[in-house]
């Protein structure tokens, strides 16, 4: 009789959780968007056309560009209406709205940047054509919203069945305001001038910050202040919460700010006498990308490529005459500067004519499931007040003293989506350089192609820096010192520009551009040294080139650095270890050295020397720097190769880093090297085992496609997440930036969430592929149908012909006016 019982309460509970799982199928399924169909909307002047080819790509078609603009907003409202709206609340600073106290310090800095309000201020500076697509495209999102609230579609996303499906209409503002995010997002000289302060706080030998942060090679920087002169005071080894690491924080931890590749071919340089351009944005991974393909037929012509959703333009991609591509240009946009307090009244802070009142508003954030927070927002002449929890500013700020912001994306008058509208519009490449000086925030590398030129240009805005400015913009530097502050901003002539060179090639990795003095030297920190130096043995080692060797420069995974530095690291090991018993620490050292040896650096998921050699040179690093900047070394969480060569051709001095402070005996580099070798043996057999010809760079190297909410619920993680074993590294042109994080220090985090390459040779033979699917619906096919071209290094088509689109249609949505 029990037993019976048993069975029959086994049953009932196996079928009341099958019941339960048809039922969130249910409602989840009920979002998933229909393709084809017509649907009556207003807001439109004509009847609006969406082909979704057999990738999930919308072809756009309309007689007029505002109804082209309000299709592509309900585009990307029907796949990406939860990014787009999780967007918005971040910039608006009200996440904690959905997600409780867990975003609450996020939300506090996002508040204290006031980016939503700087964009809703920036809405009137656009042109006419600019504020009718940005209309168009909210009227677009909201017709999406309309039919969900209408018709019962599930609430648009399955992740609003999880919080708050309240939706408050689209509007212009959001989609500048999440501009303004990516420029938070690629934006990354804020963290390194606490860094370079806190380890000139740490170091002894003031001499030695150049060896650690050393400078990229070239004509040499006037030497810096150490920063204890300019904030008598600041803390040393001070620490704070580590608040990095949520998926939900829009600021990058360093080393994974903005990144990317692009280089393009003069016909002369053509085997077929067009232009070439190939371009991969590297931007931190998530399901789904950020990217949304799409192509849309304005009347000044049809435009295929990269959106954002929530914005109104492609991006990155091509017309029927030109080819623009992004890379972040490392413009150092952003300083840092000492505000002291008056010590009579807190609420005054010094000027160079004397103490001056903040500019001060109320903020309240609302909290699910807590008491709201009231945060005091303080402005100075030179930007927001931010807080000491932030950044680790808190460890570099004097007593009596608060750290201030300057950063060219705080503007109010931002025409930055009027410059990406214009430039979909442009016909040359004269013509694109032109209208891209309305560009402000963030700055950018343009690399451009026409029928018959190349360029590359920078824009963005430049501050305009006193060349008296004591610390260059590198370090915080007193903000009541009149030469320490901004002067306004350069003209757009003075941004780098390079124009049909002699050469026929022209390409950036991220890696310094141009050698200026200071003030016009664009920027002391740059985010490559080592991939510039493979594309140019890829670029130079054939007189001319097509899409294809385009495209295998593109996937490239073999490092510069790992060729480089083994030969100068193990010098003194490769044959010098005597014999010694199978399984023996020396024997297993032996066995390294000799597969290191016979590898020529290629980053192959498939091996296992890329697993080795990273983990030694991870180790390697530890062990130079934890013993003289004590718990400061966690936050170099990344090779950095320069360092490493430096030391080992002990540059300056360089090789005092080898020594070990606390011993009595004098280390030298040789011995750190093994000793480091052993540490990433040790730190290899106890993770992944102990026999090395097993091992597989792919198994660490995943790259980790994580929903940013979905990602974190169990069961419903193995269905958002998508992980893939991925070849490639930190410094190989097919870019996987690691985590650097201790549990999974390569995990591949920071990539090419889009490639693109153009070829006006054969304009439709052109390609493309984003790094997830279109979809943001964990349901839909689309969801990740892209991710396995992207990580088998295949494209799909990038054709400005409908009729192609049209055949091998999923679906045509009409949308009629009503």
């Not at 409780?100 to 006419?128: I, M, N, W």
């Not at 026409?450 to 913009?473: E, F, L, W, Y």
């Not at 090991?573 to 297993?588: I, N, Q, S, V, Y």
Request: some cysteine; glycine content about 8%; overall charge negative.
């Amino acid at each position: 009789m029990v037993f019976r019982w048993l069975v029959r309460l086994t049953a009932f509970a196996i079928a009341l959780a099958a019941l339960a799982a048809f039922g969130v199928y249910y409602l989840a399924s009920r979002s998933l968007p229909e393709y084809d169909k017509t649907l009556t909307v207003s807001g439109i002047t004509a009847d609006v056309e969406i082909i979704r080819d057999n990738s999930g790509v919308p072809h756009i078609q309309a007689a007029a560009d505002r109804d082209v603009f309000f299709g592509l907003g309900y585009a990307h409202a029907q796949d990406r209406l939860w990014q787009m709206t999780l967007m918005r609340r971040t910039a608006q600073g009200r996440l904690s709205e959905l997600f409780g106290t867990r975003t609450v310090e996020t939300d506090k800095l996002l508040r204290r940047f006031d980016l939503y309000t700087l964009a809703r201020a920036s809405v009137s500076h656009q042109d006419a054509r600019t504020l009718d697509a940005l209309e168009s495209y909210a009227a677009g999102v909201n017709a999406r919203i309309d039919e969900i609230n209408r018709d019962s579609l599930g609430r648009g996303a399955p992740e609003f069945f999880l919080f708050d499906p309240t939706l408050s209409p689209w509007v212009p503002a959001d989609s500048l305001a999440i501009i303004k995010l990516m420029a938070l997002q690629l934006s990354g000289h804020l963290s390194e001038e606490v860094l370079r302060a806190r380890t000139s706080l740490a170091l002894d030998d003031e001499r030695r910050l150049s060896d650690i942060l050393p400078d990229v090679p070239g004509a040499g920087t006037a030497a810096l202040p150490d920063y204890a002169s300019l904030a008598p005071g600041a803390m040393r080894y001070a620490e704070l919460p580590d608040l990095g690491g949520d998926m939900l924080m829009p600021v990058a931890p360093r080393g994974l700010a903005g990144a990317s590749n692009a280089w393009a071919a003069a016909p002369n340089r053509s085997a077929n006498g067009g232009t070439l351009l190939a371009n991969d944005p590297h931007l931190g991974f998530s399901a789904p990308a950020i990217w949304y393909l799409a192509q849309l037929n304005l009347t000044s012509g049809s435009v295929i490529g990269g959106t954002i959703p929530g914005v109104p333009a492609v991006m990155i991609g091509r017309s029927e005459t030109l080819g623009w591509g992004l890379t972040s240009s490392y413009l150092d946009d952003q300083d840092l500067f000492l505000e002291q307090l008056n010590p009579d009244n807190p609420e005054e802070y010094r000027t160079p004519t004397g103490w001056k009142q903040f500019e001060t508003r109320k903020s309240i954030i609302n909290i699910k499931d807590a008491a709201p927070v009231t945060v005091t927002l303080r402005w100075t002449d030179n930007g927001p007040v931010l807080p000491a929890t932030q950044f680790d500013i808190g460890t570099i700020t004097p007593s009596g003293h608060v750290m201030s912001l300057g950063w060219t994306a705080l503007s109010a008058r931002d025409t930055s989506m009027s410059a990406a509208i214009a430039l979909m519009d442009a016909k040359s490449v004269d013509e694109a350089v032109a209208v891209s000086s309305a560009y402000m925030a963030p700055s950018q590398n343009l690399t451009l192609i026409d029928k018959d030129k190349i360029a590359m240009q920078t824009v963005g805005q430049m501050p305009r820096r006193d060349a008296n400015h004591q610390s260059q913009g590198r370090m915080p530097a007193p903000g009541w010192i009149a030469e320490n502050r901004w002067q306004g901003m350069l003209p757009y002539a003075s941004n780098p520009s390079f124009i049909a060179p002699r050469g026929g090639i022209v390409g950036n990795t991220n890696n310094k551009t141009v050698d200026r003095p200071f003030p016009l030297h664009v920027s002391f920190e740059w985010g490559d040294t080592q991939r510039i130096e493979r594309w140019k043995t890829l670029m130079q080692g054939r007189e001319v080139h097509t899409r294809e060797s385009f495209i295998e420069a593109q996937l490239d995974t073999v490092s510069f650095a790992a060729r480089s530095l083994l030969p100068l690291v193990g010098k003194d090991l490769w044959f010098t270890g005597e014999a010694a018993p199978e399984g023996t620490p020396e024997r297993r050292r032996s066995q390294a050295l000799s597969m290191l040896a016979n590898w020529n650096g290629e980053m192959s998921e498939h091996l296992p020397e890329p697993l080795i050699y990273s983990a030694w040179m991870r180790a390697l690093q530890d062990r130079l720097i934890r013993d003289d900047i004590g718990p400061l070394a966690d936050k170099y969480r990344h090779v950095e190769p320069l360092f490493i060569e430096r030391v080992f051709r002990n540059i300056n001095g360089a090789s005092a880093w080898c020594d070990i402070k606390q011993s009595s005996a004098v280390e030298g580099c040789t011995d750190i090297a093994r000793l480091a070798l052993d540490d990433a043996l040790i730190w290899i057999g106890e993770t992944y085992g102990t026999t090395l010809e097993s091992l597989r760079w792919g198994d660490a190297h995943q790259a980790t496609h994580d929903h940013q909410v979905l990602g974190e619920v169990p069961v419903l993680k193995y269905f958002t997440n998508i992980r893939q074993s991925t070849s490639g590294g930190d410094f190989t042109l097919l870019r996987g930036k690691t985590s650097g994080k201790p549990e999974a220090p390569f995990l591949n985090v920071h990539g090419a969430g889009y490639r693109g390459v153009y070829d006006f040779a054969d304009p439709d033979s052109s390609v493309f592929v984003i790094s997830t699917g279109q979809s943001g619906h964990f349901l839909s096919r689309h969801y990740d149908d892209l991710g396995q071209l992207w990580r088998r290094g295949e494209y799909i088509p990038m054709s400005l012909d409908n009729d192609l689109a049209r055949a091998a249609s999923v679906g045509i949505t009409r949308l009629t006016l009503e």
